[in-house]
Each structure stands twice: as C-alpha cells, then as structure tokens.
C-alpha cells in the first residue's frame, strides 16, 4: 500500500473515500456498495460495466445500511427480505420453503432505508421544529407570566391610590362636620350665656328689693310705713332650653364601599390561542419523509447543490498592517477585513490589504469581540468599560449597549434576524446575552437543565443557520452549543487529542468550523456536532491559526498568530 501525500493525510478523518487507497474527501456515496467515494471514483464507478448501474447520491442522501439479523432457521444465512401476506422479514432460503410459495416479497434493505429516512425525518421534525417550537411558547408563557405579575402590581397600586382618595375625602367632610359642631357649639352657648346674664340681671335685681324690705321692716317710724307705696316684685324672667343637635348616623355598608371604589374584572372575551408557527414545507434542514427519500436519488450531481469540494483551494492573502497577530477577523458586507490582536488593536482593511482606519480598544484579550451586522456596522466590546461600541460607514464612533457588571469577551451579528449575541464573564461565572439589533435585552443563557454551568470562558461566539448558538470555550476546551431557546445541544472535545478551540464560524450548508490551537488545525462539524473532517491543517502549509470567518460568497478567512490572513476556498 503507497503512503498517502501530506494533503492526503490532512484529509483523512471520517470521510474518508472507501475505494482502495484513496484517502480524499467521500462526499459522495454508493448505495449498492455502501462506502463513501469521492468525485473521481464516483466518475470511475459509474464507467465500470460492473458498477455502472449502481445508485450513487450525496453523502448525506445516503441509503443506511440494513443491520445485520441472523436467520434462526438458516444460521448461515442473513435476514434480507420481506414476506408482504406474512409481514415477516426472512432470509432468501425461507423464500423458498413451503409456507412462503406463491408470496410476493421486498427487499428488506430498501423498506429499512425508507423507513430509516422516515423515523430520522420525524427525529429532524422535534429537534428542528416540535422542539423549539414547544420551548418558544414555553418562554412566551413566562414572558405572559410576567407580565400578569407586573399588570396585577399595577393593579394593586391603582386600588391603594383609589381607596387613598377616598379615605381623603372621607377625612375632609369629617372635618367639614366637625367644624359644623363647633359653630352650632358656639351659637347654643352664647344664647344660654345670655340667659345666664338675664337671671345674674334679676338675682341683682332681688337684693336690690330685699334690701329695701328690709329698711321697711326695721324701721319704727309708722308713717313712713303707711305712706310708702306699696312694693310689687316682679316676676323671674323666662328663658327657653336649648334644643341640643342630634348626630344622625349614615347609612352605608361594605357593598356601598364596594360600589363606591373600582373593582377587577376578568373580560368576558374568548382567550386568544396562542401563535403556533407552521413547519415550512420546504426549508435549508432536508425534511425526509418517504417522497423524499425517492426524490434523493435524482440529487446525485453536486453541480446542483453546493457541497463539500475534494480539496481546499488558497485564494489569496493578507499581511494586515498595525497588528501583531489575527486573532479575530471580521468581514463586512464589502469585503473589507476587520482584524484585531491580543493587544487591543482593531484595524480596518481594503481588499488589498491597505489600512483603511484603526482603533486603539482597552481589550488585552485573545477574543472575538468585534462582528460586522446586517447593516454594514461594525460592532465591538470595550472590556475595560463594560460596553459595546458601534462604528458606523462614516467612522463615527458610539456607545450602543452597557453590559452592566459584566465583561463582554465575544460578540456576533446574527445573519438570521441581527440579533446580537454577547459572551461575558463576571467574576467566575460566564453567561450569552442575547439583545435585538436596537440594543435591547432580549435573553440569558447561563445553565443547563440540570443547573450545571453552560460556559467558563466564552471566548468566541457564532450563530447557526438552524438558530442554534456555537460558543468556543477555552477553559472548558470544548465548542458548547444550544439552541435558540438556549437548551443545552451538544459539546464538541475534539478527537483522541485534547481540544483547544479558539475562533469559531459557521457557513451556509450549516457546518461548524472551529480553530484548534493544540493540532494547529480547522475542524470541520456538522451542526449535531459529528465531526467530518480536518480541512486545514500544518500539512497544507497552514500557519499555526486562531481565527476563522466565512464571507457572502463562502469563502473562508483564517487569521494566523502572525498578522496573515489567508482566504480559502473550500465548498463548490
């Protein structure tokens, strides 16, 4: 057996082309052979009188191979066909007993591939739609629960304000009332101090007589008793008894209070259902269903459909001025490079490579801290001062979110909304924040179901097609993914060796493209996390790398622990 070449050997992982010694990329896959083939063998297979007629399809259309089942009774035999009147399966040698004559039959691969692409097709349905689906109206439920706490609050201190006003106007009749008795006090006592006046008047006026009686009865002159005129007393003064005021108490009870303050009601209207998005009849995740799984077969020529490319072609470089490393590369809608080093210096280049603008952050880590959005903005976290910075085509530079307590290391424009999706650490503890393109706040993702802590050190962050959220954590040395709802997916470690992954990227077939320090290579994933390839490597003259970023025309940028950025291409 030859050696395979360097490039042969950077290539040879999973993927890997089953036809004698050929080591390059088994995109492709035959049916009848079960074994992946590149685009060369596939083109010798379909020549081969032998082989010509053989069904080959894209890997990922493939047909999935029946499970071995020994006969019980033909040991030497393999269960390999299916008895339609007994709905059994059966070997070839049961075909021809007895029991089975006359009895129409299937090939038992062919039911268990179709059914495979079913039960995989109804798998794909929950964890693309059913699932997420299901967790964004769970999040609409706390969302409306929430908002009935706040509602009812609102609620409970409007009933305060009511039942305050109207224990002040309560207070202010009172004490209009009040103020009444005091004048009608006044009133009744100044007419019985004038009575009183009146008898004090007459009490006077009978000593005045009693006096004068009594000079008559002491008195021995008897003609002075006789010519005296005779004394009449007049009579005691009549006055009248106050007619004192009565309190005559109001009538009310509890239901006139309750008549008289505002009161909660639920509306008597029909409760509106709750939006359920529909599954798209056709969307970027294949939908297998048992139609499909035949329509598969006619998808076979890859000039049809972007695919992987046998090999991984360099289109051209960069030497990006005033920065010592690429640790981070941004590419705007364009084509202009953003570059950052672990010094904190972020650089703007043309597509020649030549300095456009450069801004001096306060950022002294190896991070992703800086995404183009949708808009053609430049977006980038300032670590020292907790916030996120905007920079705008006319090179203005201004304040757009403020992370609060937390330090944002990572940052990434979603493709899919402009969402903004931050990594931040705070003291040991690190979440993903999610805020809407206008800056607000819109989720945090921290933990897992069972409480674990998701993330350590978000160094890098990107979004999915299928929405999923792919981080690249140092310090757990693992990619983290969840899904938008923020539920826990997969973890990718790396194979045999420890991973030290640092930039991360997705592209447009959906695979994950993550930079490992420790093998100095681009690992490529599919988005369930099954890793598919190496497809850069030091064997392909690659640079030990810490970035990675796909443009609008799929072309792969990978920054290097120099100041290069090298571009790639590597789907067809």
């Known amino acids: 057996m030859s050696e395979p070449s360097d490039e042969q050997a950077a290539m040879q992982h999973y993927l890997v082309c089953g036809i004698g010694d ?25 020549k081969c009188p032998n082989t010509k007629n053989h069904e080959i399809v894209l890997y990922r259309y493939r047909k999935h191979q029946l499970p071995v089942e020994i006969c019980q009774d033909h040991p030497t035999r393999n269960k390999d066909m299916f008895c339609r009147e007994c709905s059994m399966p059966l070997c070839s040698k049961c075909s021809t007993m007895r029991e089975h004559k006359g009895h129409e039959f299937d090939d038992l691969e062919d039911i268990y591939a179709d059914k495979y692409a079913l039960w995989q097709g109804e798998f794909s349905k929950i964890q693309k739609y059913f699932l997420p689906t299901t967790e964004d109206l769970k999040t609409d439920i706390e969302e409306d629960a929430k908002q009935i706490k706040k509602i009812m609050e609102s609620i409970r201190t409007s009933m305060k304000a009511e039942a305050g006003s109207l224990k002040t106007l309560v207070d202010e009749v009172t004490s209009e009332n009040i103020e009444h008795t005091h004048t009608m006090e006044k009133s009744l006592l100044k007419m019985l101090k004038s009575q009183e006046t009146t008898y004090d008047d007459y009490i006077a006026y009978l000593g005045e007589m009693s006096d004068e009686f009594q000079e008559y009865l002491s008195t021995t002159n008897q003609k002075l008793l006789f010519k005296s005129k005779t004394l009449k007393i007049q009579p005691i003064p009549e006055t009248t008894k106050p007619d004192p005021p009565v309190f005559t108490a109001g009538q009310f009870n ?12 639920v509306p008597n209207t029909k409760p509106e259902k709750r939006k359920i998005q529909p599954m798209e009849a056709e969307s970027t995740h294949m939908k297998y269903t048992e139609k499909q799984s035949e329509q598969s077969k006619e998808k076979s020529d890859v000039k049809q459909t972007l695919s992987m490319s046998s090999s991984v072609t360099k289109v051209r470089e960069y030497s990006v001025p005033s920065v010592d490393s690429a640790c981070h590369v941004s590419v705007d809608k364009s084509g202009r490079l953003w570059v950052s080093d672990e010094t904190g210096n972020l650089v703007q280049t043309d597509l020649q490579g030549n300095q456009l603008q450069k801004i001096q952050t306060s950022n002294c880590r190896t991070t992703g801290f800086h995404t183009a959005t949708q808009d053609g903005d430049l977006i980038y976290s300032d670590m020292e001062k907790k916030v996120i910075n905007r920079i705008t085509s006319d090179k203005k530079i201004t304040e757009f979110i403020k992370t609060g307590d937390c330090v944002p290391i990572s940052i990434h424009s979603t493709r899919i909304n402009g969402d903004i999706l931050v990594g931040m650490i705070k003291g040991g503890g690190a979440k993903v924040t999610r805020y809407s393109k206008t800056g607000q706040e819109i989720q945090n993702i921290q933990t897992g179901k069972q409480g674990q802590d998701l993330y350590s050190v978000p160094y890098y962050i990107t979004e999915n097609i299928n929405g999923d959220i792919c981080t690249s954590d140092f310090k757990k040395r693992a990619i983290v993914v969840v899904n938008k709802s923020g539920q826990h997916r997969f973890s990718y470690i790396g194979q045999g060796s420890e991973l030290r992954p640092w930039g991360i990227c997705t592209d447009i077939l959906g695979h994950i493209l993550v930079c490992d320090s420790d093998s100095k290579a681009v690992h490529l994933l599919d988005q369930d996390g099954g890793f598919l390839s190496v497809i850069l490597s030091p064997q392909l003259g690659l640079m030990p790398c810490c970035s990675v970023c796909v443009d609008d025309e799929n072309n792969l940028y990978v920054g290097q622990f120099n100041n290069t950025v090298t571009v790639y291409k590597y789907l067809q």
Do not use: M, S
Request: with cysteine.
């Open 22 to 46: 050929c080591q390059k990329n088994g995109q492709f896959y035959c049916n009848a052979c079960h074994r992946p083939l590149c685009e060369q063998c596939r083109d010798e297979h379909k």
């Open 254 to 265: 509890k239901n006139d209070i309750t008549k008289l303050l505002g009161r909660v009601n």
